[in-house]
């Protein structure tokens, strides 16, 4: 009987660790720009509703080079990164609150519970009504993108806490604050660091919906908008690339972060 090695065989190359780290994650974009460059390459389609890459490339420098580019980007993050910090500030303290308190769990809990089943697009009528058409309700409506995985995650990490480590803190004469700052609060960070990473992924989609569906300003979502309008397919394109890499840019960092932040974990016995 013959016994297969595993280091002569091909399929060694796909695990995870054989991969070099500045290749992981790049299959699909490659396989996707390439597929699109041979789509005009070799002829494939000659719809006008969809361009080349170079002349994607062409409207993005361009754009870059007006300012037009930078100044509707800047102004999404603005309104991102203000609606995902009032956000996640309310959310920490109400989540904090219902998971501290068994009074005001039994008077806010039930209320909440039943608000986060609305849809959050369901909410712009009202915050339209309230804020206007312009910034301020727009940086509302992230605010709320962002308020509820945190309050959630926030709550379920605080009750998740073992109560036997309360017990030996107790036992060690901690006061409620040591307890909640030595004990109860670093057991739930990594709950309340996951509502904070989703808070931003969330504020950052609900950037775009918010310039969709809001009256129309400064921003990534104006241009799509303007390009939908005009057929401008490229720089539809260039819009979708661009809000594409700020989440991904948005993600490698919360991930980076989180991982800094919470090392003291180790690693995960879920990874191999």
């Known amino acids: 009987m013959t016994t297969s090695n595993a280091s002569t065989s091909p399929l060694w190359l796909l ?91 039994s008077l806010v809990g039930p209320s909440f519970h039943t608000i986060k089943q609305v849809s959050l ?22 605010s709320l993108a962002a308020f509820f995985p945190v309050v959630l995650n926030t709550f379920e990490g605080i009750r998740s806490v073992s109560r036997d480590h309360i017990e030996v803190a107790r036992i060690f004469a901690y006061t409620r604050r040591q307890v909640f700052t030595r004990v109860v609060l670093p057991s739930a960070t990594p709950s309340i660091f996951t509502g904070i990473y989703l808070a931003l992924i969330y504020a950052w989609l609900a950037t775009l919906g918010a310039e969709y569906l809001l009256t129309s300003g400064a921003g990534i979502g104006n241009l799509l908008v303007d390009g939908r309008e005009h057929f401008w397919m490229d720089q539809v394109l260039l819009g979708v690339i661009v809000v594409g890499l700020v989440g991904f840019i948005l993600n490698w960092s919360a991930s980076k972060i989180e991982a800094r932040l919470l090392s003291w974990r180790g690693r995960s016995v879920a990874q191999f």
Do not use: C, N, Q
């Open 121 to 142: 697009l369901a909410w712009i009528p009202l915050i339209s009504v309230w804020f206007g058409l312009g910034d301020p309700a727009k940086i509302a409506f992230l």
């Open 15 to 105: 695990h995870p660790a054989r991969v070099p780290k500045a290749l992981r994650g790049w299959v699909i974009p490659v396989l996707l720009f390439t597929w699109w460059w041979a789509a005009y390459r070799f002829a494939w389609t000659d719809s006008e509703l969809f361009v080349p890459l170079s002349k994607v490339i062409e409207t993005g420098w361009r754009m870059s080079a007006s300012g037009e580019l930078w100044h509707s980007l800047g102004a999404s993050l603005y309104r991102m990164v203000t609606g995902f910090v009032l956000g996640t500030v309310a959310g920490l303290i109400v989540g904090a609150l219902l998971g501290v308190s068994r009074l005001f769990e």
